[in-house]
């Protein structure tokens, strides 16, 4: 209380003297003041147009519903499903002094899908307590109802001359390195009618303009060369001598080989949702790079960078439930990737740019052997174990530009069978493949992957009110592999499989039917080949990636073949040529809105033998044709609001192809077909050539309603037709709206 008297006491008499002073000595003392208080309001601006501290993001919400008004056995518990989604993202940076930067972001996604208005919400767990609720069938958030999940990362930017350093821990973290170490490669248009759930602010003349009207080919978020982590992260971006270096520390969750308990079942999402809590993946990645740039002979601008990344997993994983690698003799192993490469990248003149990456690829393998002592647990000992490491593969990557004439472009890559890069471009999805034998229909040209060589040309002429790009490759597997065929819908996947009961956007390695518990309730794939684990199976039929719809089979030469698992081995081809078109007509019209007619077409073939281009299933030694086009149309209706037409199809053929179909009652004679029995009853083998065809048709608005807010609309009827799997035929409506609103 004396304290607390004491100091009134001296404010009352500070009070009393201020009050005392005349108008002119108050202005004296306070001019006597002004170069102290100058100096202390520069120490809170960072620059001319900076502010101390900034607060921006972005807030958004989606609305989905798919309505499958004549839908296949595989979509019964989906036939009508609507999906609302929002989420909160906010960046928060403070700039104590020009040298310093601190900033975190946090990402607050909201499903708000748990509930349903028809009698689909019942299945497939239908009882009296669901109350119209879809309970969890493992999905973790995409059904609980309103569910938020908090993505955070944190950093802190430092530079001062000649260093300069970012670090980088959280959630989503994006990274590349080089093309065949750390690299994302999408050879495929991003259509306009794509609105990613990762665009970044611009308003709607501006993406019309990267994605339709003069699409952005190289660079940006229209080709994301980035993969995402969660984890630590250094950036040293400045160094002398014009070095530079990155490391990062992240977890395996790709890869993760351990428990399938839901919980570790994260397949790799493209970067909304990477890391969340404190999970144990039992491993870790290692990341590092050092470059030098701006090295200058004879006129060229060059960078030469050094860059390695393993992934490394602990022993004792095979101790945890539901570890599923293991050798014929039925013993667990582990293996442990590694790869590191030499990069170039630059322009050796003004108008040749060169990129080639030189990597090297080996494994440390651990092979656990079983012992007779019943006492331990599951009859293995830590520490009894043999290791070794393989023999380094040898891959390549080359990349040039030309510009002298008209731009050209060459890509050749050299991969071979034992190559193996979790995180490069050589893999074919942001889930990890698991070194499986297997080929892609546009293999090389759209994906990379093991035991491949083949080059890319694509030459890009250039004129006013248009563009025309043509693009040619042929790939072939260096030795030979199991013929099992991948192919990746592209007109109509995305859809269906967001429409799915196993989509989630956190997990995603599960097949597209994997949620239905009816035996009827499946999609009738073609056979296809051996199941050893969960993560390297070849069984075909659809299975999600991503924002991707695989299927796959094998194209056996009887049934079999089919029935018994002989999947015949060949040096397989493949070649693919790509047009893509556009032309403006506004002049047509008098006016100066763009009206941009566009068509992008792939033809694609997989053969045992070279076919310099592929337009038929009946083609000799062809075993698998695609042809896919689309068209979108766009016009600028005004400076804010942009529309565009979605037309297009896709048919994919095979004559090879065998489905199992399960006999209900006796068993045919063997001929044309080959019964086998199994555990839950007997099946037989028929053939079904694939002869697929999907088509795609609706329109697109998007619309800035201010300055910094937009709402995106899509709708799109879709249809399929497989000729000789009619089970699997389909027909249904796509809506899609979001608002995203930036501050």
């Not at 999805?429 to 040209?445: I, L, P």
Request: aromatic share 14%; hydrophobic share 40%; net charge negative.
């Amino acid at each position: 209380m004396y304290k607390s008297l004491c100091l009134l006491a001296i404010g009352l008499m500070a009070a009393t003297s201020w009050a005392a002073e005349t108008p002119e000595e108050q202005l004296d003392r306070v001019e006597a003041r002004l170069d102290s208080l100058e100096e202390f309001a520069s120490s809170t601006v960072v620059g001319k147009d900076d502010r101390p501290v900034a607060v921006s993001g972005d807030m958004t919400i989606r609305f989905k519903h798919f309505d499958f008004y004549e839908a296949a056995p595989f979509e019964n518990n989906d036939r009508s499903r609507t999906r609302v989604e929002s989420a909160l993202n906010l960046g928060f940076v403070v700039s104590p002094a020009s040298f310093l930067t601190v900033f975190t972001n946090l990402y607050l996604p909201f499903d708000f899908s748990g509930y349903f208005e028809n009698d689909e919400a019942y299945a497939p767990n239908q009882g009296p307590f669901n109350n119209g609720e879809r309970v969890p069938f493992a999905h973790w958030t995409d059904y609980y109802g309103i569910a938020v999940n908090e993505n955070m990362l944190a950093g802190i930017d430092v530079r001062a001359g000649s260093f300069g350093a970012t670090f980088l821990a959280g959630g989503v973290i994006w990274a590349s390195s080089s093309p065949l170490t750390m690299w994302e490669r999408e050879t495929m248009a991003r259509f306009a009618s794509q609105y990613e759930t990762f665009e970044d602010e611009k308003v709607v003349s501006t993406y019309y303009k990267e994605k339709n009207f003069h699409p952005v080919k190289e660079g940006g978020r229209a080709f994301w060369t980035n993969r995402s982590f969660g984890g630590l992260f250094l950036d040293v971006h400045t160094l002398p001598w014009n070095m530079k270096a990155q490391f990062m520390l992240s977890q395996p969750m790709d890869m993760d080989i351990g428990a399938r308990d839901g919980t570790r079942m994260l397949g790799g999402q493209p970067g909304e949702l990477e890391m969340v809590g404190t999970y144990d993946f039992s491993g870790m990645v290692y990341h590092a790079r050092l470059a030098k740039e701006k090295i200058e002979l004879a006129g060229s601008d060059m960078t030469v960078g050094a860059n390695y990344l393993g992934v490394t997993f602990e022993n004792d994983i095979i101790y945890q439930p539901g570890y599923t690698f293991k050798n014929a003799d039925g013993d667990p192993y582990i293996v442990d990737n590694h790869v590191a490469s030499i990069d170039i990248k630059g322009n050796l003149t003004p108008k040749f740019y060169l990129m080639m990456d030189m990597a090297l690829s080996w494994d440390d393998s651990t092979m656990f052997k079983r012992i007779q002592d019943t006492t331990i647990a599951a009859n293995y000992e830590k520490g009894f174990f043999d290791e070794g490491t393989s023999t380094p593969a040898f891959g390549l990557y080359i990349k040039a530009q030309d510009k002298h004439w008209e731009p050209i472009t060459l890509e050749a890559v050299y991969l071979p069978k034992d190559f193996f890069s979790p995180f490069g471009m050589t893999d074919p999805s942001r889930f990890r493949s698991w070194r499986q034998d297997e080929f892609y229909v546009g293999a090389g040209t759209f994906r990379y992957g093991p035991n491949m060589m083949g080059a890319n040309v694509k030459v890009e002429p250039q004129f006013n009110r248009g563009r025309f790009d043509a693009q040619y490759g042929v790939h072939k597997q260096i030795e030979e592999g199991d013929d099992v065929i991948n192919f990746k819908y592209n007109l109509n996947g995305r859809a269906v499989w967001e429409s799915s009961n196993s989509w989630t956007k956190f997990k995603s390695l599960f097949h597209s039917d994997s949620g239905n518990v009816l035996n009827d309730a499946r999609y009738l794939s073609r056979v296809g080949g051996k199941s050893v684990n969960k993560l390297d199976e070849q069984t075909g039929g659809l299975r999600g990636g991503t924002w991707e719809l695989w299927d796959g089979f094998v194209p056996y030469n009887s049934a079999e073949d089919a029935a018994t698992a002989n999947i015949p081995q060949h040096v397989k081809w493949n070649t693919s040529l790509v047009i893509d078109a556009g032309y403006d007509i506004g002049h047509w019209f008098n006016t100066d809105r763009n009206i941009m007619l566009s068509v992008y077409s792939a033809l694609s073939g997989v053969s045992t033998s070279f076919a310099p281009i592929a337009y038929s299933e009946s083609q000799k030694d062809m075993l698998m044709w695609s042809w896919f086009v689309q068209s979108e149309p766009a016009i600028a209706i005004t400076p804010t609001l942009h529309g565009l037409l979605i037309m297009g199809f896709e048919s994919f053929r095979a004559e090879n192809a065998f489905v199992m179909r399960k006999i209900n009652s006796g068993l045919p004679s063997q001929g044309t077909t080959y019964t086998a029995a199994y555990k839950n009853g007997a099946f037989k083998y028929e053939h079904a050539p694939i002869n697929i065809l999907e088509t795609a048709l609706g329109f697109g608005l998007d619309w800035d309603f201010t300055p910094r807010a937009g709402v995106h609309f899509r709708y799109k009827w879709m249809t399929h037709s497989d000729e000789f799997a009619s089970e699997n035929d389909w027909k249904g409506h796509y809506f899609a709206v979001e608002s995203k609103m930036w501050f």
